[in-house]
């Protein structure tokens, strides 16, 4: 087994989420919670891509089979899995919380989806396939778990907007997946898929330095 290769596939999610973790600064998750969490966005992989090849044929566009077909069915999977798995833990107990969960469930699906793409896409190119996801397809899975974690985390303390957080966090996160797919696949418009990469980082680590700072247990 190429051990090299094989960490190039599975260690950029799970350094990402130990990186989000870590900003977690005053009131940290249980381990066993984010493991747990992980492992549910890894078991998502089953029904995403039963769905997906069931309704592939159903769209005639690709934009919107990248939107719809592909990108809400993902990050409606994970949205699912946050929303009826961790939403009610008494552990979920401040804003940011939601992100960390969000981002473990995005990243479980991650970790998964990229080696299978290592390992079966483009026979011979597994390790410029391995470092390019590196850099692209594994930050913008943990750009939507941040954004729907955010929207999430504000539902569940906001007294007035629960329902609107609830539907901006599949939203957005749908929406910054889906054009990311679409333009990222079109074969001559990478450079927008990466604009759009680094505009959904960026927009990420506002909404983690917004959730630190309106954190219930900074002191």
Excluded at 129 to 151: D, E, S
Aim: with cysteine; charged share 15%.
């Amino acid at each position: 087994m190429d051990l090299t290769l094989l960490s190039l596939a599975t260690l950029p999610p799970i350094i990402l989420l130990y990186f989000v973790y870590s900003k977690d600064l005053y009131e940290k998750e249980p381990r066993h919670l984010i493991i747990k969490s992980f492992a549910f966005g890894v078991l998502g992989f089953i029904p995403i891509y039963i769905i997906e090849v069931s309704t592939s044929s159903m769209f005639e566009s690709l934009f919107w089979f990248m939107l719809i077909g592909v990108a809400f069915v993902e990050e409606g999977v994970k949205f699912l899995i946050l929303r009826y798995y961790m939403y009610n833990k008494s552990d979920f107990n401040e804003p940011y919380d939601g992100i960390v969960y969000a981002v473990a469930i995005s990243l479980g699906f991650a970790f998964i989806e990229n080696i299978g793409y290592v390992y079966n896409y483009a026979p011979g190119s597994e390790y410029s396939v391995a470092i390019a996801r590196m850099f692209t397809a594994i930050p913008m899975h943990a750009a939507c778990g941040v954004i729907m974690g955010y929207y999430v985390g504000l539902a569940k303390f906001s007294s007035d907007k629960g329902s609107s957080y609830i539907v901006y966090a599949l939203f957005f996160a749908t929406l910054l997946h889906g054009l990311y797919n679409y333009f990222m696949l079109l074969g001559f418009t990478e450079i927008i898929a990466i604009i759009i990469l680094i505009v959904g980082i960026s927009y990420a680590r506002k909404a983690i330095n917004m959730h630190q700072q309106n954190s219930p247990f900074k002191k």
